[in-house]
């Protein structure tokens, strides 16, 4: 049974949970700066039942983005067995932005101190991108200056590309998507500069 199928108060707030987290998410990525309150009124709840699951607007800003990172290490398990390692990268990469997981991570950073338990399972992404990246480059088919931390850059920038009809949105990531997988396909001339240090971009996640 899930949880949201339980029954009496146990479901129900289960139900409100699947329905506070979705609006908050169509709140935030349009104005990290809103008040709480526009999440309570969007989902249709009472802002007591709001403060009850998460007791701060950092609280749930933290719920949201872990939930990403979460969703990002799913996908990189599940990509794990994918037994060609090109094709473990670009559909893990496919599978990523169809998900919209990087969008609140672009519009939330430095709005929340993360928890320990995110920087742990941040590592696990961390490494598990490295492994599909290393992955790829013994295929042959990943040009060789690319480095596991392209491919975080490369997800922000799909992220970046929002409409006002959904559809459409998902229709031009896939299309940026396709155009930056076939710049990281083996044979083209050196990227120039050097690619992002580890942690380099780490810095955006202190609050300001």
Not at 102 to 115: I, Y
Request: aromatic share 4%; charged share 25%.
């Amino acid at each position: 049974m899930s949880e949201t199928a339980l029954p009496g108060r146990r479901g129900q707030a289960a139900r409100n949970d699947v329905v506070i987290l979705d609006a908050a998410r169509q709140v935030f990525l349009v104005d990290p700066k809103a008040p709480i309150s526009h999440v309570a009124e969007r989902a249709g709840v009472g802002i007591s039942a709001l403060y009850r699951r998460y007791p701060s607007k950092e609280v749930l800003l933290c719920r949201l983005c872990h939930d990403g990172l979460r969703r990002f290490i799913g996908e990189a398990e599940a990509a794990a067995g994918e037994p060609d390692g090109w094709t473990a990268l670009t559909g893990f990469l496919a599978r990523v932005v169809d998900a919209d997981v990087h969008s609140l991570t672009v519009h939330l950073a430095g709005t929340f101190t993360p928890t320990a338990e995110m920087g742990a399972d941040a590592r696990r992404a961390n490494e598990l991108a490295a492994g599909l990246v290393a992955r790829a480059h013994e295929s042959g088919r990943l040009r060789r200056d690319a480095v596991a931390e392209d491919i975080g850059m490369i997800l922000e920038c799909c992220a970046a590309i929002r409409v006002d009809d959904p559809e459409r949105t998902a229709q031009l990531r896939r299309r940026y998507l396709a155009l930056l997988v076939e710049g990281l396909s083996a044979g083209g001339p050196d990227l120039p500069g050097p690619p992002p240090r580890p942690g380099e971009m780490n810095g955006r996640w202190r609050p300001s």
